[in-house]
């Protein structure tokens, strides 16, 4: 499917945003690469590529081209826990220079949590701060040190939202630091309560930052309990209530949770797509991106630009 827009212009014109999350994976197989994003083709807006969130994979700079070279706008991922401010940098300008537009801002996961756990974590920046020298570089063409770049730069930057954090009021104060340091769009953790998430939206609405940005609510398909509860277990960020759980304990079969797990998927996006002050869905994929095109069939999402 052909764009009309760009992901900058449909933020900018306050469309209907629909994002995909490719993960790369430790490989270097032209085939099984081309055969994962061509289950990327028919997402409407852009696709986020994942930067080593649980271990070492194919940098999200190379898949990123990839994408570009199959017609695909990509949303190049910098997590700051692996690289200084020097290499950041220069994967940013690397970056510009190859035509990546887009940008997401985040800390990454610790790496404990990673498959490297003896790893040695970076942490020279936060997410705030580099999204204020992207920032920085698109107002002013100017580098941390306050060197001049030659050449152009644009970039669309974004940065992650966590609408499960508690208290709410300081969530929605790191929030809208990230709006003011630059970021013109959010993509939040997966959403399984919308109770909850509903109650965050309204209050990030009362800060005023839904105005200025667009939030976009991910959304993760599950295929079995024991992912589930797995993620719950791991990840403090993945709030899945216990109802969900009990939903795909009681289809079944492994091949009968898939079902469910998509199910439980397209019943979110339904209920939450229409939320005032929504401005979009990501749908987060944890390295099932075959799932995509189901996913965005069921949801009435393939054609919304």
Request: negative net charge.
């Amino acid at each position: 499917m052909k764009k009309e827009k760009n992901f900058a212009d449909q933020i900018r014109d306050k469309d209907f945003i629909v994002t995909a999350e490719y993960l790369p994976r430790a490989e270097t197989d032209p085939a099984n690469i081309k055969t994962i994003i061509d289950c990327l083709r028919e997402v409407p807006s852009a696709v986020n590529v994942s930067d080593n969130p649980f271990g070492v994979a194919m940098s999200s700079f190379a898949a990123s081209i990839h994408l570009i070279n199959a017609g695909i706008e990509p949303v190049l991922q910098i997590v700051t826990r692996d690289r200084n401010r020097i290499a950041i940098q220069s994967d940013i300008l690397g970056a510009s220079s190859l035509g990546i537009r887009n940008m997401l801002c985040l800390s990454g996961y610790h790496q404990v949590l990673t498959d490297n756990p003896e790893s040695a974590n970076v942490y020279d920046i936060d997410s705030t701060q580099l999204l204020a020298i992207v920032e920085n570089l698109r107002m002013k063409g100017e580098l941390l040190n306050g060197a001049k770049i030659n050449g152009p730069f644009n970039m669309t930057t974004g940065a992650v939202a966590n609408p499960f954090m508690t208290p709410v009021e300081l969530n929605v104060l790191r929030v809208s630091q990230k709006a003011e340091a630059g970021a013109v769009f959010f993509q939040t953790h997966p959403v399984f309560d919308v109770e909850k998430f509903s109650l965050w939206l309204t209050a990030v609405k009362e800060s005023g930052v839904d105005e200025k940005t667009a939030i976009l609510a991910g959304v993760l398909p599950l295929e079995s309990v024991e992912e589930a509860e797995s993620l719950r277990l791991k990840y403090t960020d993945f709030n899945i209530p216990q109802s969900v759980i009990d939903r795909l304990k009681s289809a079944g079969s492994a091949e009968a949770q898939k079902k469910e797990g998509i199910a439980v998927c397209t019943e979110i996006i339904s209920k939450v797509k229409n939320m005032s002050g929504l401005r979009g869905i990501h749908l987060l994929t944890g390295g099932k991106e075959k799932l995509i095109p189901e996913i965005l069939g069921v949801s009435g999402l393939s054609g919304k630009i």
